[in-house]
């Protein structure tokens, strides 16, 4: 007999397990949020106190601490979020940028904002604290502390940072 989800994870708030899928081999941390609709694929690593919304693909990932992942994203394999990030709804990460060709994984850094509808695209690295504006295409490393916004997103402050 399969446990459910509350048996598996029993610190993990599920807030429709019947229509949440965790897959096998997924460590979840303590008071996290899972919303209806989402699957967590195998392997995924998910810290404590984080957030995670409805209709969410989360792919095999290492997700940090106190994250809130909002409605309808899609963490690809490979991602690393790391800790105090926010990700907006219906943010999709990328990882590969052509049928077949290498993998590259973004990297989110500690206390990142990501706004809504935005693109992360193969391998580009947001440093710590830096913002994305909603609707951003984010196709090169952001700097810490910068906003960047666009599509292309561009840095817009510090205005040195680029």
């Known amino acids: 007999m399969r446990l459910g ?3 598996r994870f029993p610190d993990v708030v599920f807030y429709n397990p019947d ?3 965790v897959q096998d081999d997924v460590v979840i941390g303590a008071g996290a949020r899972v919303g209806s609709m989402t699957l967590i ?3 995924a690593r ?3 106190g984080t957030t995670i919304g409805s209709h969410c693909n989360i792919c095999a990932c290492v997700i940090g601490n106190n994250v809130s992942i909002q409605t309808g994203c899609h963490i690809t394999r490979g991602v690393v979020v790391e800790d105090d990030v926010f990700i907006g709804p219906h943010v999709v990460t990328l990882n590969d940028k052509l049928k077949g060709g290498p993998l590259t994984f973004p990297h989110i850094g500690k206390g990142a904002k990501i706004g809504g509808g935005s693109r992360i695209l193969p391998g580009v690295r ?3 604290g ?3 504006g909603a609707g951003s295409v984010v196709v090169r490393d952001v700097p810490p502390g910068a906003l960047v916004m666009g599509n292309p997103a561009r840095v817009r402050m510090p205005e040195d940072a680029e």
């Open 46 to 48: 998910i810290g404590s």
């Open 130 to 132: 830096a913002v994305v």
């Open 41 to 43: 694929h195998a392997t």
């Open 19 to 21: 229509l949440t899928e």
């Open 5 to 7: 989800l509350t048996d």
């Open 126 to 128: 947001i440093g710590a």
